[in-house]
């Protein structure tokens, strides 16, 4: 007779009920009735069939759990992750990243570009020139395949500093994109310094999505964010943004903070910039560097901010049952990959449907490895290397990274930054091991908001059928 057994799932409770999370599916599954009882029996070994299923209500729950890759037949392989079937070709381009300049009118110390947590000795300032955005604009095209809707993000640097250039490239991409029967959006982040009433006119007239860099309040964004001698930006950026949100009402523009272990305070960062300046959302994302740095996240600094991210994620919850948005991204991303039931191979788009381009042209796996010498992937004169780009989707593929592959959290996961493991470890297939533990707790703590929404008001839930997941 035919054994079955439980395949891998984490059991956990909100409120009074029960749910599972199916790891290699990221599938969230409430247990109640004859699943429940099918999954108790299964906790301690594979079962027959006829032990499992004795009535028609039984029998049709042990065919939902083994449709949802719950449950299989004992001895067949592990259900793999959905897109581990096939990484050695490349796939189609959607997002290609521009460095538009290298150079910035910050001195943030932990800068990567310029910090002490670079990849190579500084560059010289260099400015990408039309010709070369054109060019990758049209590399974006080449490679996208099939892909109809793509991405054009301008980074920087300062992104502003190469406005001149950002005008004309987003004229010319709308014109080659039609005649190729394709659309593509565009994004760009800043530092706020250069924003002008006119630049700000002109992002909302073309709906380009803005992503500014800002730390918080004035002591907070002081602390780090300053011009080359010192002196705080706050000041500066502050009135220009007011002006920026005042202008434009028709896209959401969002706050990217960088956390230092000299910064975390998360709830007066988050109150001043939705309460204070009026930002739809906030990310937060603690500062990629070497360990030993004084302002590096370590140990004591982890624990404290999930503390932080707690309690923000039940305002949210709270909110989100009431029928409100309250802008914490970091929760609404992962909240949309487990509505989605996203099941990732690769830690990221880096590479994958993603590449960056530094401002001399060449191609790098994102806008933070792109002209950084070996990590090169082509130029925008002479094509994308996919040699080099088949070469890290093998390398970089989850079934590699040995110490991910037994991790519950793997298929959200995948390993985590490519950047930031090349930082700390000098190689960015290596997982980022130093806050593995912080990361399978903030998943549990997504996971158990998740239900709570999913029986407070599920329509809340319907929002992220449309999100977009990296």
């Not at 000795?121 to 109809?148: F, W």
């Not at 004035?218 to 001698?229: A, E, I, L, Y």
């Amino acid at each position: 007779m035919t054994l079955v057994r439980a395949n891998e799932l984490r059991r956990f409770n909100a409120g009074e009920r029960e749910f599972a999370f199916l790891v290699p599916s990221s599938i969230v599954v409430e247990l109640d009735g004859e699943v429940r009882s099918i999954l108790d029996r299964l906790s301690d070994g594979p079962k027959h069939v006829g032990e499992l299923a004795s009535s028609k209500e039984a029998i049709e729950a042990l065919r939902e759990l083994a449709s949802l890759g719950a449950v299989s037949r004992d001895g067949a392989p592990d259900v793999p992750l959905a897109e581990l079937a096939s990484p050695p070709v490349p796939p189609p381009l959607s997002t290609i990243v521009l460095n538009v300049t290298n150079s910035c009118n910050l001195s943030c110390r932990y800068c990567y570009e310029y910090g002490e947590d670079r990849l190579e000795s500084p560059a010289a300032p260099q400015i990408m020139d039309e010709e070369t955005a054109r060019r990758a604009v049209d590399t974006l095209i080449a490679e996208s395949g099939h892909n109809r809707r793509l991405q054009v993000t301008f980074f920087g640097g300062e992104t502003l500093l190469n406005f001149k250039v950002i005008r004309p490239t987003v004229e010319y991409a709308r014109r080659r994109a039609a005649e190729e029967g394709k659309f593509i959006d565009f994004s760009l982040t800043t530092n706020a310094t250069l924003l002008t009433r006119e630049i700000s006119q002109w992002l909302a007239d073309n709906r380009i999505g803005v992503t500014v860099s800002i730390d918080g309040p004035r002591d907070v964004q002081d602390s780090m964010r300053v011009f080359g001698r010192g002196l705080g930006s706050y000041d500066v950026v502050a009135p220009r943004i007011k002006e920026l949100l005042s202008i434009y009402k028709t896209r959401p523009i969002g706050a990217r903070v960088t956390l230092t272990a000299k910064t975390i305070d998360v709830p007066r960062i988050f109150h001043h910039l939705i309460d204070e300046m009026g930002f739809y959302e906030v990310g937060f994302a603690p500062v990629t560097s070497s360990s030993g740095l004084d302002y590096a996240i370590d140990g004591e600094g982890f624990d404290i901010l999930l503390a932080q991210f707690a309690d923000l994620a039940e305002r949210y919850v709270d909110a989100a049952i009431d029928g409100r948005y309250l802008g914490f991204s970091n929760l609404s991303d992962v909240l949309g990959e487990i509505h989605k039931g996203v099941s990732k191979a690769y830690p990221c788009g880096a590479g994958l449907g993603l590449l960056g381009v530094a401002p001399g042209g060449e191609i790098g796996l994102c806008h933070r490895f792109a002209g950084s010498g070996d990590h090169d992937f082509g130029d925008v004169h002479t094509g994308v290397d996919s040699a080099k780009r088949s070469e890290h989707l093998v390398k970089g593929h989850l079934d590699h990274r040995t110490d991910c592959r037994t991790c519950w959290v793997r298929s959200l996961c995948s390993g985590g930054c490519y950047h930031e493991a090349q930082v700390r470890y000098g190689d960015r297939f290596r997982p980022n091991l130093h806050y593995c533990d912080w990361i399978r707790a903030w998943t549990s703590l997504a996971l158990e908001a998740y239900t709570r929404i999913l029986v407070g008001n599920p329509a809340f839930l319907e929002r992220f059928d449309e999100r977009k997941v990296a």
